[in-house]
């Protein structure tokens, strides 16, 4: 398996555009999880899915952020508008099963201008 | 809600000396995982510990669960330059039937040649 697939792995937009950033989980996993990383606030979780279905989402920081997962092997997620705030690196993750290990895609590196 | 915090934030260490990172849960945790994670790269899964009390080892890594389940530590005896990288503890919450993990704010350690 070639692991979790993540695009872009850079994407520079500005401000007020519309990003999508794309996840392609290990087959056979349960369990995906988007996290947001930055200097000032660690690796934050945004939301997470159990069979493509999204079971916490209290990480999102807002309504310009939003997570769908329509199948087992894909998940997108989109800001809309972007701002410089969102400036990041985000990581998709998935794991086979319940309170096991995550593995991690290589991360999309966000910079709203 | 659940919180988890890892001291220090940073260390810098000669090679040869050792290395010790603690992290401590807001609650009572199901299992704690730690990860590492290179500059410029994604967090990799090390190790995952699961009752209460338990060490496990890693050639020169040792890993403790605290008797509560709420505490842990990464001990690296004789660091090397390949140690170099943030080193991330994680878990999930024993008390809800989720599977929300959560990351320490991680510790960074150098490693002088």
């Known amino acids: 398996d070639a692991g979790v697939i993540q695009s872009p792995r850079h994407e520079v937009t500005e401000m007020g555009q519309e990003v999508t950033l794309r996840c392609k989980p290990i087959s056979g996993h349960d369990y995906l999880f988007w996290y947001r990383q930055t200097m000032m606030r660690g690796l934050e979780l945004l939301i997470y899915?159990?069979?493509?279905?999204?079971?916490?989402d209290s990480g999102m920081p807002e309504d310009r952020f939003s997570a769908k997962m329509p199948n087992a092997s894909f998940s997108t997620l989109k800001i809309q508008p972007s701002e410089p705030r969102d400036s990041a690196v985000y990581f998709c993750a998935s794991s086979p099963g319940r309170w096991t290990e995550a593995f991690f895609g290589q991360g999309t590196r966000l910079t709203v201008v | 809600g659940q919180q988890v915090m890892q001291i220090p934030q940073y260390q810098h260490v000669q090679e040869g000396e050792d290395f010790t990172t603690y992290c401590n849960s807001s609650t009572t945790l199901s299992n704690i995982q730690w990860y590492k994670q290179r500059p410029g790269g994604h967090p990799v899964f090390l190790i995952q510990l699961v009752k209460s009390g338990e060490v496990k080892k890693q050639k020169r890594l040792t890993f403790q669960f605290g008797e509560a389940k709420k505490n842990s530590s990464l001990h690296i005896t004789a660091t090397q330059t390949t140690d170099v990288g943030t080193y991330f503890c994680a878990g999930y919450p024993r008390e809800t039937s989720g599977s929300r993990l959560t990351f320490g704010e991680g510790t960074q350690l150098t490693v002088n040649p």
């Open positions: 899915f159990n069979n493509n279905v999204p079971i916490d």
